[in-house]
């Protein structure tokens, strides 16, 4: 009878730490919504909200609740490029980990170059496809060739990063945020 007491509780803890993650998520989006720089870096910032649900409750709670922002971005989110962005590159802190079990070096990492070529690629088509973004491509064009491939290149440059950060935001939560979290110790 207390395993049953204490699975539900395990069960009710992680439905209630995922809907507060993804209700922070969904605020943090619109706050980028107002921000037009931060079309780029909330997605990512939102990401990061995703490694505490990996780490406690594993990879199919992780996704459930990406799924979940994913979804209530494109509906409410006032910036659909952001929204796109999320849906596009937001879920990269739950198979970091399984690129970074690739063996050889320069083969992880063209992995996960070719992830973020393909993934913005696939986004801005399919952002096209849906919502002509008759200023974005004309945006590009008024750029020029070598402005876009320098964006596009300091985009890999920042996921590149984001990848590194990532290891670092484990740590983080894993010795000093992890320790203060005494309710999530319910077994």
Not at 50 to 77: K, N, R, Y
Not at 108 to 116: E, T
Request: charged share 15%; aromatic share 12%.
């Amino acid at each position: 009878m207390s395993t049953n007491r204490s699975k539900a509780r395990r069960q009710s803890m992680m439905a209630a730490f995922c809907g507060l993650a993804a209700g922070l998520s969904i605020a943090v989006m619109l706050l980028g919504g107002v921000i037009p720089i931060a079309t780029y870096a909330v997605p990512m910032l939102c990401g990061l909200l995703l490694l505490p649900i990996l780490l406690e409750f594993g990879e199919g709670a992780a996704w459930a609740t990406f799924f979940a922002v994913s979804l209530l971005a494109l509906l409410m989110d006032f910036d659909k490029e952001a929204a796109f962005f999320y849906l596009f590159i937001g879920y990269y802190p739950i198979v970091k980990w399984k690129l970074d079990k690739i063996p050889r070096r320069p083969l992880r990492v063209g992995a996960k170059l070719l992830l973020f070529s393909v993934s913005m690629l696939l986004m801005y088509a399919l952002l096209n496809l849906l919502f002509p973004l008759n200023a974005a491509l004309e945006e590009f064009k008024e750029m020029g060739a070598v402005m876009t491939i320098l964006f596009f290149a300091a985009y890999v440059l920042c996921m590149l990063l984001y990848d590194h950060l990532l290891m670092g935001m484990v740590m983080i939560y894993a010795n000093k945020i992890r320790p203060k979290l005494k309710f999530l110790n319910i077994k």
